[in-house]
């Protein structure tokens, strides 16, 4: 069974950073995507990156590009959204997901529907 496990939500000033981390486990094959999503109250769930546990290829969407940056730890497990200037419409409950790819490099975007497996999220609030 896969499991995801966020943390690192906190409450920071507007133009702070923070890291978010993604444990996953239970994974029945070694080809599979990491993705960050948020959710904000009253609005839809938006998909920030994903990355690929194949090659290590990211993809952001428009709202994280240039501030927000995902990486892995394979060793650990870990997948990470390091997020730069934040700002107070970035305050939402931060998701990570999973799905399984095929074992072949594709490309991965963090597309809601595309996502099976979810972790119960992390709150992060930005103040003015």
């Known amino acids: 069974q896969v499991q995801l496990v966020e943390s690192g939500g906190d409450t920071v000033q507007s133009g702070g950073s923070l890291r978010l981390s993604c444990v996953a486990s239970?994974?029945?094959?070694?080809?599979?995507?990491i993705g960050w999503f948020r959710q904000a109250p009253g609005k839809e769930r938006e998909g920030l990156s994903a990355?690929?546990?194949?090659?290590?290829?990211?993809y952001y969407s428009d709202s994280a590009e240039g501030r927000f940056t995902t990486s892995r730890d394979a060793a650990k497990n870990t997948v990470y959204l390091q997020m730069n200037n934040l700002q107070p419409n970035d305050t939402a409950i931060y998701y990570c997901?999973?799905?399984?790819?095929?074992?072949?490099?594709?490309?991965?975007?963090?597309?809601?529907?595309?996502?099976?497996?979810w972790g119960r999220g992390t709150q992060v609030t930005v103040l003015p």
């Open positions: 990355i690929s546990s194949v090659d290590g290829g990211t």
């Open positions: 997901a999973a799905r399984y790819i095929p074992s072949t490099p594709v490309v991965v975007t963090p597309m809601v529907v595309l996502y099976d497996y």
């Open positions: 239970g994974f029945s094959r070694d080809s599979y995507a």
